[in-house]
């Protein structure tokens, strides 16, 4: 008996090494990305918001964009110019974003971690939060920067505490300022971060040590064009996400009740998947996780504390009264990390737990391309159709022959679109013609039509409805250009969705113009 029993606990042991092993997941991890990318490979190849978004502004390499820090947009552009503007180029980039955010994030949980095989448990936890595993594939870009900018920063923070030589604080500021030019809001995790250092004795001198300044300055190197652009555009780079969180009404106790209940719901829908599949692979351990405790999971816990004070503050006295989940992405990626710390310090058998995540984990590798596929190639029956599903790519077709009309360079010929989506689209479809957008995003140059030969205007209604006039759509950019009397005649081009129901058809409009030498 006592043998059979021996045996058991000794495959179990055995099968929790081989799960327990970086090589292993991070196989597994590689693959689960590249199906990732042949799902967007194999959908119709309009873009959605943020990829067009992307493709739109790689045109340019500029020291701001517009309302967001500017390192996706340097990525994208470097990455368009290296490789050509393609859907792997597009979809390559953000996945491999996302795996080295869980490989700074790995890194970052072996550097605490008495039990080391427990880092493959902190990054399975990843795979549990919605705007990491889902979203974030769906169609975000600089929230995608974030994470892959925590994720560093986490490693950064805590390579620092644990062996604090010039080369971990050099590389602090380093994860410092990259962090800072992923996403504005990140710039309270460092914060939030240093008060926690700040509480505990063992830690302290580190934020005391002289060498903390070189951090601040590598970081300050990091940030610095990006922050000169920024004191010239503030309020045009800074108008729309104020806007977003704080409405006309803010201050009131009807807008406090607002932010208190977005914030409540946007926190608990980004941790309460990850605290129940923990909770549930550790169901026999669980009390005895939970009252554990040391220095590293306290830390841990007064940074995921010190966001939600943080949070709680800008809700009560700052007017913030939307807090969106993927605007608290950044911050509280730190949970999984978090919660395995826990485990840690209570010194548990994690075989059976171990397990049991990854069979969750793979679940969620699965159920996450199915989703991205299935919700398409359901659209042909619901003929409820999303951005995919619009027929760029034909529009781009009928506006070809415009580019090289009496043997002339494609390059003389602008497009202008009426909004930034289909401006993405247009640049994606036709990569080799300047696109423009008739209202240029905060802090943008605008693009003179005066070095144009010939001018391509597209435009069309969101919805799929028949878009609306020339002048109504144009009116303020022809003026703005010196092109007031500029008249057009317009054609409606209808097109059919891809991979949609047969007869379903999406209005776009089309006015070519010759432009005045």
Same mark, same amino acid.
């Not at 990318?37 to 340019?60: C, F, K, M, N, T």
């Not at 029956?381 to 077709?397: E, H, M, Q, S």
């Given at each position: 008996?006592?043998?059979?029993?021996?045996?058991?606990?000794?495959?179990?042991?055995?099968?929790?090494?081989? *799960?327990?092993? #970086?090589?292993?997941?991070?196989?597994?991890?590689?693959?689960?990305? *590249?199906?990732? /990318?042949?799902?967007?490979?194999?959908?119709?190849?309009?873009?959605? *918001?943020?990829?067009?978004?992307?493709?739109?502004?790689?045109?340019?390499?500029?020291?701001?964009?517009?309302?967001?820090?500017?390192?996706?947009?340097?990525?994208?552009?470097?990455?368009?110019?290296?490789?050509?503007?393609?859907?792997?180029?597009?979809?390559?980039?953000?996945?491999?974003?996302?795996?080295?955010?869980?490989?700074?994030?790995? @890194?970052?949980?072996?550097?605490?971690?008495?039990?080391?095989?427990?880092?493959?448990?902190?990054?399975?936890?990843?795979?549990?939060?919605?705007? =990491?595993?889902?979203?974030?594939?769906?169609? @975000?870009?600089?929230?995608?920067?974030?994470?892959?900018?925590?994720?560093?920063?986490?490693?950064?923070?805590?390579?620092?505490?644990?062996?604090?030589?010039?080369?971990?604080?050099?590389?602090?500021?380093?994860?410092?300022?990259?962090?800072?030019?992923?996403?504005?809001?990140?710039?309270?995790?460092?914060?939030?971060?240093?008060?926690?250092?700040?509480?505990?004795?063992?830690?302290?001198?580190?934020? @005391?040590?002289?060498?903390?300044?070189?951090?601040?300055?590598?970081?300050?190197?990091?940030?610095?064009?990006?922050?000169?652009?920024?004191?010239?555009?503030?309020?045009?780079?800074?108008?729309?996400?104020?806007?977003?969180?704080?409405?006309?009404?803010?201050?009131?106790?009807?807008?406090?009740?607002?932010?208190?209940?977005?914030?409540?719901?946007?926190?608990?829908?980004?941790?309460?998947?990850?605290?129940?599949?923990?909770?549930?692979?550790? &169901?026999?351990?669980?009390?005895?996780?939970? &009252?554990?405790?040391?220095?590293?999971?306290?830390?841990?816990?007064?940074?995921?504390?010190?966001?939600?004070?943080?949070?709680?503050?800008?809700?009560?006295?700052?007017?913030?009264?939307?807090?969106?989940?993927?605007?608290?992405?950044?911050?509280?990626?730190?949970?999984?990390?978090?919660?395995?710390?826990? /485990?840690?310090?209570?010194?548990?058998? /994690?075989?059976? +737990?171990?397990? &049991?995540?990854?069979?969750?984990?793979?679940?969620?590798?699965?159920?996450?391309?199915?989703?991205?596929?299935?919700?398409?190639?359901?659209? +042909?029956?619901? &003929?409820?159709?999303?951005?995919?599903?619009?027929?760029?790519?034909?529009?781009?077709?009928?506006?070809?022959?415009?580019?090289?009309?009496? %043997?002339?360079? +494609?390059?003389?010929?602008?497009?202008?679109?009426?909004? %930034?989506? *289909?401006?993405?689209?247009?640049?994606?479809?036709?990569?080799?013609?300047?696109?423009?957008?008739?209202?240029?995003?905060?802090?943008?140059?605008?693009?003179? =039509?005066?070095?144009?030969?010939?001018?391509?205007?597209?435009?069309?209604?969101?919805?799929?409805?028949?878009?609306?006039?020339?002048?109504?759509?144009?009116?303020?950019?022809?003026?703005?250009?010196?092109?007031?009397?500029?008249?057009?005649?317009?054609?409606?081009?209808?097109? +059919?969705?891809?991979? #949609?129901?047969?007869?379903?058809?999406?209005?776009?409009?089309?006015?070519?113009?010759?432009?005045?030498?």
């Amino acid at each position: 008996m006592h043998s059979l029993e021996g045996s058991h606990f000794s495959t179990v042991r055995v099968s929790a090494d081989r *799960l327990s092993r #970086g090589r292993t997941f991070f196989t597994v991890l590689a693959l689960y990305f *590249l199906v990732n /990318i042949g799902v967007r490979l194999i959908l119709p190849h309009a873009l959605e *918001l943020d990829e067009g978004e992307q493709a739109y502004l790689s045109q340019w390499l500029l020291a701001g964009y517009g309302t967001q820090p500017p390192i996706y947009n340097w990525l994208q552009y470097l990455a368009v110019h290296l490789f050509g503007m393609s859907m792997p180029t597009l979809s390559g980039l953000k996945n491999l974003l996302l795996f080295g955010a869980y490989g700074f994030y790995f @890194l970052a949980a072996r550097q605490v971690l008495k039990d080391k095989r427990l880092a493959v448990v902190a990054v399975l936890g990843l795979l549990t939060i919605p705007q =990491v595993s889902f979203e974030a594939q769906r169609d @975000l870009s600089h929230t995608v920067a974030a994470i892959f900018g925590s994720s560093l920063f986490l490693f950064a923070l805590f390579r620092l505490l644990s062996v604090p030589t010039l080369a971990s604080f050099l590389l602090f500021g380093l994860a410092t300022g990259i962090g800072g030019m992923t996403k504005y809001n990140f710039v309270l995790l460092p914060l939030c971060a240093m008060l926690a250092v700040l509480m505990e004795s063992r830690f302290r001198d580190r934020v @005391l040590d002289w060498r903390i300044l070189l951090s601040g300055l590598v970081a300050l190197l990091v940030v610095a064009p990006h922050a000169v652009w920024l004191l010239d555009n503030f309020e045009a780079a800074s108008s729309r996400s104020v806007d977003k969180l704080i409405s006309a009404d803010a201050g009131t106790l009807a807008a406090i009740s607002r932010g208190l209940r977005s914030l409540l719901l946007s926190s608990t829908g980004f941790m309460a998947l990850t605290a129940a599949v923990f909770a549930i692979s550790l &169901r026999e351990k669980l009390s005895t996780v939970m &009252r554990a405790d040391d220095d590293w999971s306290r830390l841990a816990g007064r940074i995921l504390a010190f966001v939600m004070a943080v949070l709680l503050g800008m809700v009560l006295f700052g007017g913030v009264d939307d807090v969106r989940d993927r605007w608290l992405t950044p911050l509280l990626l730190i949970l999984p990390l978090y919660l395995t710390l826990k /485990i840690d310090a209570a010194g548990i058998d /994690i075989s059976m +737990p171990l397990k &049991r995540l990854w069979v969750t984990a793979a679940a969620i590798m699965v159920i996450v391309p199915l989703i991205l596929f299935g919700r398409v190639a359901i659209d +042909p029956f619901t &003929r409820n159709y999303g951005y995919v599903n619009i027929p760029f790519d034909k529009l781009a077709k009928q506006i070809k022959p415009e580019l090289a009309t009496d %043997g002339s360079d +494609p390059r003389s010929v602008l497009i202008i679109a009426a909004d %930034g989506h *289909l401006a993405g689209n247009m640049r994606f479809n036709l990569p080799d013609t300047t696109v423009v957008v008739s209202h240029q995003p905060a802090g943008m140059v605008t693009t003179a =039509v005066s070095a144009y030969r010939k001018a391509v205007f597209v435009w069309r209604r969101s919805d799929g409805t028949m878009p609306d006039g020339f002048q109504t759509v144009f009116g303020r950019y022809l003026k703005t250009q010196g092109l007031e009397g500029l008249s057009a005649t317009p054609v409606i081009l209808r097109f +059919p969705y891809s991979w #949609g129901h047969e007869g379903d058809q999406y209005p776009f409009a089309m006015a070519v113009v010759d432009l005045p030498d």
